[in-house]
Each structure stands twice: as structure tokens, then as C-alpha cells.
């Protein structure tokens, strides 16, 4: 008897057990903490992509074969859709969430503005890198959108491999782009948008997930300042060396 109810409560139990643990992840996903760790994990994930995609960019002063070489492993692996899809969705979580908690923390505070604060027995953090934060992610979207019809969608050169694959020209398109002053000077100042955008970024990170203690947080928040302007600037210096003529050869690939 006891057997049989337990076999027949099982599907039950098993059910009523998934609708708990769905209600869980719904709460804590629109709970305000949760929100916060969700824009924070998702910020983290994209980091992670900026350190990697500065790595490739720095390929061009390798020369044609190392950047074209490399463009063409990645555009031909199979995993490349699914890792677009995914990191796509990542940031359209950002945005979306970075969207929402914004405007639930001004609606919070009224139209008394930007005060000092006390949380958790201290001071506020408040600078202009995160007063700002909302705009320099805007324009950092707006970059990415012009970036990617220029690079991604851009112009087909054709070229060669030193073994005669052929592949698409992209170290020519890079640096045919990059000979434009007005496009070099965009960049630069998307970089400086970039660089605020992680300066707050970076370091509110481990406070959002309480990682605080009065010895080492000074060090993280220090920390996360340098990368984020090491980025910034690692990403700036591209388009302007290749501007000046340091590190490549003009005219692209091998034909």
C-alpha cells in the first residue's frame, strides 16, 4: 500500500517540486538584489569577451596571415552561431536589466537628485563613472552597432593564406578603416565611454555580490579602475598606430 502511494505521489511530488524551484528563480530574477547580480554576472560574461576580442584585435600587428588566419578559423567553426546567439542574448540582458534598475533607483530617490549616502555603514560610491553610466553605455551601444556594420557587414576583400586558402581580407579592410581621422577620433572617444563605463563597472561588481572588507576592498576598487582604463586604452591604441603607419603593411593580404 505504501509502495503504490509513493509511486503515485511521485509524479506529484516531483511536479509540485520544479513549480517551487520556477517560483524561486522568479523571485529572486525580479527581487531587487536579484536584478542587480543578474547585471552583474551579465557585465562579468562581457568582460570576459572585451579581454579575448582585444587579444584578436592585437593580432593585426602580426601581420596579414595572423589576423586573416584568425578570422577564418573562427568564422568557419561550427560553434561560432551558438556563440554569437549566446553572447547576444547576454547583452541584451545587460541592457535590458542595466535599463530597469536604473529607472527603478530614480524612482526610488524622487526629485531630491544625487546625495551623499550612507549604505551599510558607509559612504556612497557615487563619481561621474556611475552617475554616468546610462549614457556611456548608450554610446557604447551605438558603437557597437556602427562597429559591427563596418567590420562584420563591411566591404569583401578576398586574399590568401600563406598555405592558399582563400579567405576574406579583413586585416585590409581593418586598416583601410583606420586611415580615416574621423573614424579614428570616434573610436577613441567610444574607447573613453568604454573606459568610464567599466571604471564604475568593474569595481561595484564585487560589491554587488558583498565582497567588502575594509583591508582589501580599496585594492579591488583600485584594481578595477587600472583594467578598466588598460582596456580602454589597449583598445584605443589600435587605430591610432595604425593611423600613424606603426606595426602594419598597407595594402592587405596576398592576392
Avoid: C
Wanted: proline share 5%.
Amino acid at each position: 500500500m505504501t509502495t503504490t502511494t509513493g509511486m503515485r505521489d511521485g509524479p506529484a511530488l516531483r511536479a509540485a517540486r520544479g513549480e517551487a524551484r520556477a517560483g524561486w528563480i522568479r523571485r529572486y530574477a525580479t527581487s531587487s538584489i536579484g536584478k542587480k547580480q543578474i547585471l552583474a554576472l551579465s557585465g562579468f560574461l562581457l568582460i570576459v569577451f572585451l579581454i579575448a576580442h582585444l587579444a584578436a584585435n592585437l593580432l593585426v600587428f602580426r601581420g596579414p596571415d595572423a589576423l586573416n588566419g584568425y578570422s577564418h578559423a573562427l568564422v568557419t567553426n561550427p560553434l561560432i552561431v551558438p556563440a554569437e546567439i549566446g553572447l547576444a542574448a547576454v547583452f541584451l540582458v545587460h541592457v535590458g536589466l542595466a535599463i530597469r534598475v536604473s529607472v527603478e533607483n530614480r524612482r526610488a530617490r524622487g526629485p531630491v537628485g544625487y546625495r551623499m549616502v550612507r549604505s551599510r555603514g558607509r559612504p556612497s560610491r557615487r563619481s561621474f563613472a556611475s552617475q554616468w553610466m546610462l549614457l556611456t553605455g548608450a554610446w557604447t551601444l551605438v558603437f557597437l552597432v556602427l562597429h559591427l556594420l563596418t567590420f562584420e557587414f563591411g566591404p569583401w576583400y578576398e586574399a590568401r593564406l600563406s598555405d592558399g586558402t582563400a579567405v576574406r581580407d579583413l586585416y585590409r579592410l581593418v586598416v583601410e578603416t583606420f586611415q580615416s581621422p574621423g573614424y579614428v577620433g570616434w573610436y577613441v572617444l567610444s574607447m573613453v565611454a568604454l573606459g568610464l563605463h567599466l571604471h564604475h563597472g568593474v569595481a561595484s561588481l564585487f560589491e554587488t555580490f558583498g565582497i567588502h572588507h575594509p583591508k582589501w576592498t580599496p585594492a579591488i576598487l583600485a584594481g578595477g579602475k587600472a583594467f578598466a582604463w588598460a582596456m580602454a586604452l589597449g583598445y584605443m591604441t589600435i587605430p591610432v598606430l595604425i593611423f600613424l603607419g606603426v606595426g602594419v603593411e598597407a595594402g592587405g593580404g596576398r592576392p
